[in-house]
């Protein structure tokens, strides 16, 4: 059984598949009907309007409707377009056990513990029938596929079939009697017709109640399921029906049973927690599917796909009872496939689908995969089984012809093995089932045993090669050397597809695509939501894939996409051009057209294959958002220029790429605030200064246009925009005006009409403005105001005047032209051209002699310089008389060369990458990315290596390390400085290799780590654990060159967390209180455990002399003794050794413990980190991705107490400080 398949929810009581989208409803106990997208794994919808359990629902075939039936005595008929029920069906008097649609009329065929069965009409939205004659629940009623019966099942031990035409008749048949009639004469009863339903067969066999019954789909055979756990085989002819045979098996009642839509087959489940499969014409039982802990209610099939869904008490499950996927190889232009037990090959240029032969039979496996070696016309068929013990190959020759219509039926070799591969063209490797390989030859036999590498599956790599698959890796493996090549990480590989010419493989997974090369080196992966089916490469070099829904493409630089979207899943063998060739899952080859412009586009963007790119972009309808953000993403939104319609687009655009003439047209026609002002913000960047003045007037921006027309030089405007501030009565804006032109009795003006009387006042004294100045000394009152005094050194606020107006804009560097702008001139220059010999092509004679050329070899005027180009005869009627015979001109006069547009083209030059942009390219460690600035990249990096989830502690660390990335030194006066980037690796860095120089040093650490030790002697626990824990925090933050150093740093790592966990529990016990003997017992045990943290010998003998003398205290003498022997051994101060032997005497007279404590000194353990009790070794235990701080389990996904910034327990790469541990 292969499950697509699962949810978890209460109970599952009814299943019914779509049927043909991919949706499946289940209804719960609770009451809900869930709306499953079995494909994509998600829930669609909820339906909750049932009061109790639902167990009957059904999809109707052709309308958006579903109906089901519950405890509440209600059948609902719903549209899951609207999401409502449209109505609901009254008329049950106890719980609704089944309900099912007619697949043709509009009836609704309902079953209920009320003993009834009935039928509605949901059109008419009335119970049409009655069916009475179950004396017990009814527990399913099923219509018949294709004839007017009904099948029902009781508790009562009897299945009964009934016969519903005269019901047809009546209310479906037109014709006398029929419908017409019935419609005419609604109150006229037919005495002697037949009743609308009879019973037609009665079927008494079972021994207990019967809780399923079901038609076979063409045959006339019934199945029943009941409490005696036998499933029971009826067959039915007009005259009567019989029991057939039993299938006994299940040791619980049997819950519902079905056949098999297509195959002879019968599925039962049943409460004892299986599914199983059993063979319609042997009767037996082929297989069993169980479940550990749930009972199963239902199964159902699906209309035409070969799925299955089985309810149980925690939710369902969508099943395959066997693989789909056919088994097919390709070589040249010809495909090999297996179908219906025979092997048939497909000629693709020919389009001829032939049998090539008949496979042998007697294995009930299905064929898994295929290998054919072309040399030898040889094929290798592996067959598994669900045991893969039993999994076989067969070795066959290939008959060079044969009778397509009765092909030969060659004899195979067999063997059992799970895979065969053609590794050269007369031998053949084996994975046999103890899975170890053996090479044998084309009689099956033998050659050699290869030691390999542990591995589950292997698959074809070329000549003398294989790829073997483990659970988490894929090896390339070398049979003739036997030795192991390369190897690549991916999980549970299900296919391995080669590019023709070998150079890259597609390893396939059930949601992951790993692109590699020749020696496996992972180039991209991919990773699907639904699951990836099949793929092949196309000539180009894109691989084409397929899942369950969509054909995909895969480019090997990892830019992917959809091409298409599936009904059902294919199976790509070939892509050629725009076709796929492809075999469905009834084995079927089919063509399908696919649009290959957008990935061919892409490749030739990514090969730099522009006159390509640009064909596609003047031809090809490359319309959409994916592409234009596609194209900016890889740094060409020139292209994406050429082919944008709208404007807003075709605005930012131009604007990335700097291309102002075409930002200036979409914004005129947006016209727009916000696009100005950004037009402007560009211009302003270019030195565009015209552009910067309209986009100022548009946005009416007065004062920064002021500034403009003052950086320029032009005095005229600017004196313009004074009188403007003037009339808009701008106080502000006209004095900064009056201000920028030196018109200082402009500002006199201003400051006396605003009221500020001592500031005119003063401003024309200053400037020397007499008659001003007596005009305003006459204003002020001599008894209030007093008249400033003027500062005889003042400086005079005149700017200095433009040497010269810029009129034309900035210049900028002369750039070579892009291709596609270069291009797209062209484009244009050459339509002018076209245009212009078209025009010349309809002169008439008079143009003839006249117009010839007189060039030398230069392509210049002749020696004698007469003319300077037309040699026009005046003879020839001298109709064009200019008169520039007589001009004259001076000397003096020099021409010069016109610049055409085409060689003063001036584009502002691409930035480069900023060295710290190259470093985080560079790098994988944390601390390279901190110096880049790239703060972001820099957490994730923590949070994947040592598993940082609170950054806060790091924040000072980041700033610190940051502001050590970059030296600045003065340039030029009055500019910002200039920075240098000091590399690490600076003698082979160039420009896109460099590493950043680190400051801090392992060895820098080490010393601050003698600090904190000095800080422990001294008893000052909270400063040093501050200390210790900067040091911890600032270790994934090193750069190391070595292993040793490597090394070195680790155990600096654990040194800091044995000091950071010792002194924090020692801080916590001195703050405990000791009233009680409890809290004197906790005190005791803390003291203990300091004990055992991993100290200096000197810092060791402090907390053993704590700890003895609490436990000598608490009489707990043998304990104390101990303590006494180890510090003994320490080699104390003479005056504490001989006091500790004092104690030591003292307790070996008494070697007792009088109180149980929470300690055991001879059990190994490490200390909770949150709890401060030991984790005695063997006891799970999560541990501190960074400092390795164990912790009981429940504090898992809490945050460490020891570096305060890790996540307990999360699963990490681990502490990254050298490019070696990357290698």
Not at 343 to 370: C, E, H, I, P, W
Not at 454 to 466: I, K, P, V, W
Not at 809 to 816: D, E, F, G
């Amino acid at each position: 059984m292969l499950t697509k398949f699962e949810t978890k929810s209460a109970r599952v009581k009814g299943l019914s598949f779509h049927p043909k989208r991919p949706w499946v409803l289940t209804t719960l106990h609770t009451g809900v009907i869930q709306l499953w997208d079995y494909r994509m794994c998600t829930l669609l919808d909820k339906f909750d309007e049932h009061d109790g359990p639902v167990r009957g629902v059904c999809f109707h075939s052709q309308q958006p409707l579903f109906v089901s039936g519950g405890d509440d005595y209600k059948i609902k008929v719903w549209n899951y377009k609207h999401r409502r029920c449209i109505f609901t069906l009254l008329g049950h008097l106890d719980y609704i056990r089944t309900t099912f649609f007619h697949h043709d009329y509009p009836w609704i065929l309902s079953a209920s513990d009320d003993q009834t069965i009935r039928i509605w009409n949901w059109q008419s939205r009335t119970c049409i029938s009655v069916l009475t004659g179950h004396n017990h629940y009814v527990m399913c009623a099923n219509f018949h596929p294709s004839e007017d019966l009904i099948v029902s099942a009781s508790l009562d031990q009897s299945v009964r079939v009934w016969d519903i035409s005269g019901l047809r008749r009546k209310n479906v048949a037109p014709g006398p009697g029929g419908l017409d009639d019935h419609l005419k004469h609604p109150g006229h009863t037919d005495l002697f017709g037949a009743a609308d339903a009879v019973v037609k067969h009665v079927l008494e066999g079972h021994d207990r109640g019967v809780n399923w019954a079901a038609f076979h789909p063409t045959m006339p055979l019934i199945i029943s399921g009941a409490d005696d756990r036998q499933v029971k085989l009826w067959r039915m002819n007009e005259a009567k029906a019989w029991e057939v045979d039993t299938c006994r098996g299940h040791y619980n009642n049997v819950s519902c049973t079905i056949f098999h839509p297509r195959q002879e087959l019968i599925i039962s489940n049943s409460e004892d927690k299986s599914i199983r499969v059993w063979d319609l014409s042997k009767r037996t039982c082929l297989q069993t599917f169980r479940r550990e802990t749930d009972r199963f209610w239902v199964i159902a099939a699906h209309p035409t796909l070969n799925l299955f869904a089985a309810g149980h008490d925690s939710g369902m499950i969508v099943f395959k009872l066997e693989r789909e996927r056919p088994a097919f190889v390709l070589h040249a232009n010809v495909l090999y496939y297996v179908k219906d037990k025979f092997l048939r090959m497909l000629d693709f240029g020919t389009s001829k689908d032939v049998a090539v032969m008949q496979l042998r039979g007697g294995s009930k496996a299905n064929v898994y995969s295929m290998s054919y070696n072309p040399a030898e016309n040889a094929v290798l068929i592996c067959c598994r089984s669900p045991n893969p013990d039993n999994s076989t190959y067969d070795l066959y020759a290939v008959p060079k012809s044969s009778d397509s219509q009765n092909p030969d039926a060659p004899e195979g070799r067999r063997s059992s093995g799970l895979t065969a591969v053609w590794v050269a063209r007369n031998r053949f490797a084996v994975l046999d089932r103890t899975h170890s390989i053996t090479i044998k030859n084309l009689k099956n036999e033998v050659s050699k045993k290869v030691q390999a590498p542990n591995c589950d599956d292997m698959f074809y790599a070329g000549t003398g090669s294989l790829l073997l698959r483990d659970t988490d890796s894929v090896t390339l493996f070398d049979v003739q050397q036997k030795r192991t090549l390369a190897s690549v990480k991916m999980s549970k590989v299900r296919y391995v597809i080669w590019s023709s010419d070998m150079s890259h493989v597609a390893l396939l997974g059930k949601h992951l695509i790993t692109i590699c090369n020749r020696k496996m080196e992972t180039l991209c992966s991919i990773h699907e939501n639904t699951r990836v089916k099949s793929g092949a490469w196309d000539e180009s070099g894109v691989f084409i894939y397929t899942t369950s829904n969509h054909i995909k493409y895969a480019i090997t630089n990892g830019d992917h996409g959809i091409i298409r979207t599936l009904d059902l899943p294919i199976y790509i063998t070939r892509v050629k051009g725009n076709s796929v060739f492809c075999l469905d899952r009834e084995c079927r080859p089919r063509v399908l057209g696919i649009d290959s412009t957008e990935f061919k586009f892409k490749l030739a963007l990514i090969n730099r294959k522009y006159d390509e790119v640009l064909n596609m972009v003047r031809n090809a309808k490359l319309v959409g958002q994916s592409i234009i953000a596609y194209l900016q993403e890889k740094g060409y939104p020139e292209v994406a220029l050429h082919f944008v319609k709208d404007e807003k687009t075709r605005f930012g655009l131009a604007l990335e790429c700097g291309n102002l003439e075409i930002a200036l047209e979409a914004a005129r026609a947006l016209d727009s605030k916000a696009c100005w002002e950004k037009l402007g913000e560009a211009a302003l960047l270019q030195g565009n200064h015209q552009i910067v003045e309209m986009a100022y007037q548009r946005t009416k921006d007065f004062d920064k246009l002021s500034f403009l027309y003052l950086i320029t030089g032009n005095l005229e405007k600017l004196r313009k925009m004074m009188k403007i501030a003037e009339i808009r009565k701008d106080t502000s804006g006209h004095f900064q005006n009056a201000l920028f032109l030196g018109d200082v009795a402009e500002r006199v003006k201003i400051l006396k009409n605003c009221g500020q009387s001592s500031l005119a006042y003063l401003t024309a004294a200053t400037h020397g403005l007499t008659e001003d100045t007596d005009a305003l000394k006459m204003t002020f009152d001599p008894e209030k105001d007093q008249i400033p005094e003027v500062d005889p050194n003042a400086c005079l606020l005149m700017p200095p005047p433009p040497v010269m107006q810029c009129e034309e804009n900035w210049p900028l560097l002369t750039v070579s032209r892009g291709f596609f702008e270069g291009a797209m001139t062209t484009r244009g220059k050459t339509a002018l051209a076209a245009a212009d010999m078209a025009d010349d092509g309809g002169a008439g004679e008079g143009w003839g002699h006249d117009a010839d050329l007189a060039l030398d070899d230069d392509g210049f005027g002749g020696p004698d310089g007469e003319d300077d180009g037309l040699r026009v005869s005046a003879a020839d009627g001298g109709g064009w008389d200019v008169g520039d015979e007589d001009l004259d001109l001076p000397a003096d006069l020099e021409v010069s060369a016109e610049v055409t547009g085409e060689e003063g083209y001036f584009v502002a030059p691409t930035n480069g990458t900023p060295q710290s942009q190259v470093w985080a390219n560079n790098s994988h460690l944390p601390v390279d990315h901190v110096l880049a600035g790239s703060f972001e990249s820099a957490c994730r990096l923590l949070h994947d290596q040592v598993g940082v989830v609170d950054f806060t502690p790091y924040k000072p660390l980041f700033l610190s390390t940051y502001a050590r990335s970059r030296t600045a030194y003065v340039g030029l006066p009055s500019l910002g400085p200039l920075f240098g980037f000091p590399h690490r690796n600076w003698k082979e860095a160039g420009a896109k290799q460099g590493i950043p120089a680190v400051g801090v040093k392992l060895s820098d650490l080490i010393q601050r780590l003698q600090v904190a030790y000095q800080l422990t002697t001294g008893g000052k626990f909270a400063d040093a654990a501050l200390k210790l824990r900067t040091i911890l925090l600032s270790i994934p933050l090193l750069v190391v060159e070595n292993k040793q150093e490597i090394s070195e740093a680790q155990q600096l790592l654990a040194i800091c967390k044995e000091y950071i966990l010792g002194l924090s529990m020692e801080l916590m016990r001195k703050e405990l209180p000791k009233v009680t003997l409890e809290e004197q017992k906790r005190v005791c045990e803390l003291a203990a455990y300091f004990t055992h943290c991993n100290l200096q010998p000197v810092h060791q003998v402090l907390t053993l002399r704590t700890a003895l003398n609490l436990f000598f205290k608490l009489k707990n003498y043998k304990t104390a003794s101990s303590f006494a022997r180890r510090l003994l051994e320490l080699g104390p101060k003479p005056d504490v050794a001989q006091q500790t032997r004092k104690i030591l005497q003292a307790c070996d007279k008494n070697p007792t413990d009088e109180h149980q404590l929470l300690y055991d000194e001879h059990n190994p353990f490490n200390l909770c980190g949150k709890s401060y009790k030991p984790i005695y070794r063997g006891k799970p235990e999560e541990k501190c991705p960074l400092c390795q701080t164990g912790y009981q389990p429940q504090y898992k996904g809490e945050l460490c107490t020891v570096c305060t910034t890790s996540e307990i327990g999360k699963d990490c790469l681990g502490l990254r400080i050298s490019s070696l541990q990357f290698r």
